[in-house]
């Protein structure tokens, strides 16, 4: 059965404070991660990584692919209240697209 | 207007009433996607239209219909829906399918 599990379920942390989230994965036929922030309504695109090992950088927001380890993270570094909201993991297979319940993120300042 | 728009934002509809969701997106992508996000679960991928036609059906029940006249604007539409079906319902494209997804606003559907 595919599936995306992310963790940890939700976080609190201080300005200024980095925090790295976890996306594991089982899915045939992967072609893609993508991760996504969540806000109040509409996922907003972050990244998409299809190799292993090559960084996405954007800004204070980082992520890696492990294809081996079936693995990604998200590294944000030097937090800020803004980044308030849940992260969302969605793996690409054949057909389908599965997302992860998503980690939510409080930074409190 | 730029981006996915989806109207209505927020719709109150009883189990017997028919409604349909508009979706349009102005970015010349050629998939749309509509999901469904209630409380603590994953989002859930309903249906999939690449070039106006439906490529995937993810054992959606028949009380939502999807339609897509061209591949700007995408429909949903629902009839005796049930109180379990009340959710976010987004809808999304992509320049292929299963590409990077932008998304929609969201319809807040409640069922009463």
């Known amino acids: 059965e595919d599936k995306v599990v992310q963790s940890p379920l939700s976080l609190v942390v201080h300005e200024g404070d980095t925090v790295t989230l976890n996306c594991s994965y089982e899915v045939t036929n992967f072609r893609s991660l993508l991760w996504y922030k969540q806000e109040k309504k509409a996922p907003t695109f972050l990244f998409m990584l299809t190799s292993s090992g090559i960084e996405k950088k954007s800004g204070r927001l980082s992520s890696i692919l492990d294809k081996k380890e079936l693995f990604s993270i998200l590294n944000i570094t030097a937090t800020q209240t803004g980044d308030s909201a849940v992260y969302l993991c969605?793996?690409?297979?054949?057909?389908?697209?599965?997302f992860g319940t998503g980690t939510r993120l409080t930074v409190i300042p | 207007e730029t981006g996915v728009t989806q109207t209505p934002r927020h719709l109150v509809m009883g189990m017997t009433n028919k409604k349909s969701l508009k979706c349009e997106q102005h970015?010349?992508?050629?998939?749309m996607y509509w999901y469904k996000q209630s409380a603590k679960k994953p989002l859930e991928l309903m249906f999939v239209?690449?070039?106006?036609?439906?490529?995937e059906n993810n054992s959606v029940p028949s009380r939502f219909s999807p339609e897509c006249p061209n591949s700007s604007h995408l429909f949903l539409h629902l009839h005796t829906l049930q109180p379990e079906d009340s959710a976010l319902y987004l809808c999304?494209?992509?320049?292929?399918?299963?590409?990077?997804?932008?998304f929609g606003p969201g319809t807040r559907l409640t069922v009463t």
């Open positions: 999304a494209s992509s320049q292929v399918a299963h590409g990077e997804q932008y």
């Open positions: 239209y690449s070039l106006e036609e439906r490529v």
């Open positions: 970015l010349g992508h050629n998939a």
């Open positions: 969605a793996v690409g297979g054949a057909n389908n697209l599965f």
